[in-house]
């Protein structure tokens, strides 16, 4: 019993120091490879996009903190509060575009304004906001 205690002292040291199994998470696909979510707290809320032939690897595409996202075949739109948390910026992503190079085909930061003349120059003036989230994030 002595040969196995050490043993016993290093896994049950490293279950109570590692809290990865105790981190939330939420994800929400999109379309596509396309997802919104968070991991560890709910102000980490963005769009990311699966990354191909990487199992559960993605990158980012929107930084937090994302709160309301719509989207048809073609384009995904988003409002994202920025960390001063009183400044709403808009997106647009061209999905077509964005395709093979995920820094191009994003419209944004945008304000209001900008966002309202660039979905009528797309002829997307119709596409809303369907995923809404908490615009005020949990910690």
């Known amino acids: 019993m002595k040969k196995t205690t050490p043993f016993l002292i290093v896994i049950i040291s490293f279950l ?4 990865a199994w105790l981190d939330e998470s939420q994800h929400q ?4 490879e396309y997802e919104v979510g968070w991991n560890d707290l ?3 809320r963005s769009i990311t996009k699966l ?8 990158e980012g595409i929107i930084a937090s903190y994302v709160y309301a996202v719509g989207h048809n075949k073609n384009y ?5 509060l920025e960390n001063s948390q ?13 395709q093979a190079n995920s820094q191009k085909g994003i419209f944004g930061p ?20 369907d995923l809404n989230f908490n615009q005020k994030p949990k910690s």
């Open 86 to 98: 009183t400044k709403t910026s808009y997106y647009i992503i061209d999905i077509k575009k964005n």
């Open 29 to 32: 696909k999109i379309i596509g």
């Open 16 to 19: 109570i120091n590692s809290c």
């Open 51 to 58: 990354i191909k032939d990487c199992d559960g690897c993605s």
């Open 110 to 129: 945008l304000n209001e304004t900008e966002f309202e003349k660039t979905k009528k120059d797309l002829k997307i003036e119709s596409l809303k906001f």
């Open 42 to 44: 709910e102000s980490n």
């Open 76 to 80: 995904i739109i988003a409002k994202q």
